[in-house]
């Protein structure tokens, strides 16, 4: 039977995942679909294109939370359970960019799951390996988007920061080393998410934020 519920939580942590806070906060703040806006996402970069700073704040936090829930059902009905501690928060972030609550069709009729880019469930679920890594990776990729300049980046950043922190910490014998798996599935699916951005910041046609951003315009 454990196996069944070892499922069960995946199945959980994506469902938990799915749960779309940024259209939520979005439509209640404007009354718009956060859906028809920029990118089209639903994290907290576009909620605040969509409905201002705090509408992003709090969908970054809420998103974030989910990550870290998924961690702690985890360890709530698998204690002990490395694989399903990491595969957990890992499915958070499959359900947040792949959202089952928000499926669509295409216009030839194909299925599309709709969703964010993965950034925020991926820095709950490593708060919610380690809490202490929450702040390292979020003054680190705040920095990258600040000086870079550009939010793919500093997503991607991110989830370097969290493979490195478990690395050293599976080093130093304080966590297992199924963490630093962790960080490296976080960033194929963060990766994979911003296909579209990568491509773009090939092309040097990626949006610019920040420092950067306000130097162009002086």
């Known amino acids: 039977m454990q196996i069944v519920s070892d499922l069960l939580v995946l199945a959980a ?7 779309p806070f940024g259209l939520l ?13 920029e990118s089209g996402r639903t994290g907290g970069t576009n909620a605040m294109r969509a ?9 970054a936090i809420l998103d974030a939370l989910k990550g870290a ?42 299925l599309r ?15 919610g390996l380690w809490h202490p890594s929450l702040f390292i990776i979020v003054p680190l990729g705040g920095l990258t988007w600040y000086f870079i300049g550009y939010a793919s980046v ?25 963490y630093v798996l962790y960080g490296v599935i976080a960033f194929a699916l963060l990766a994979w998410a911003l296909r579209p951005n990568i491509q773009r910041l090939v092309n040097g046609t990626e949006r610019l934020h920040g ?6 315009k002086e």
């Open 13 to 19: 942590a994506y469902l938990l995942g799915s749960i």
């Open 25 to 37: 906060i979005v439509k209640a703040s404007t009354g718009k679909d956060i859906r028809q806006v």
């Open 51 to 59: 409905a201002g700073p705090l509408a992003g704040i709090a969908t």
């Open 69 to 110: 829930a998924c961690v702690w059902l985890a360890q709530w009905v698998a204690p002990g359970n490395v694989w399903i501690e990491i595969l957990a928060p890992c499915f958070g972030i499959l359900g947040h960019n792949y959202s089952f609550f928000l499926i669509e069709r295409n216009g030839d009729g194909k």
């Open 113 to 127: 799951f709709r969703g964010g880019a993965g950034a925020a469930p991926m820095v709950g679920g490593a708060f």
């Open 154 to 178: 500093a997503t991607l950043t991110a989830a370097v920061a969290a493979t490195l922190i478990f690395v050293f910490r599976a080093w130093a014998g304080a966590s297992p080393w199924e």
């Open 211 to 216: 420092y950067r951003a306000r130097k162009n």
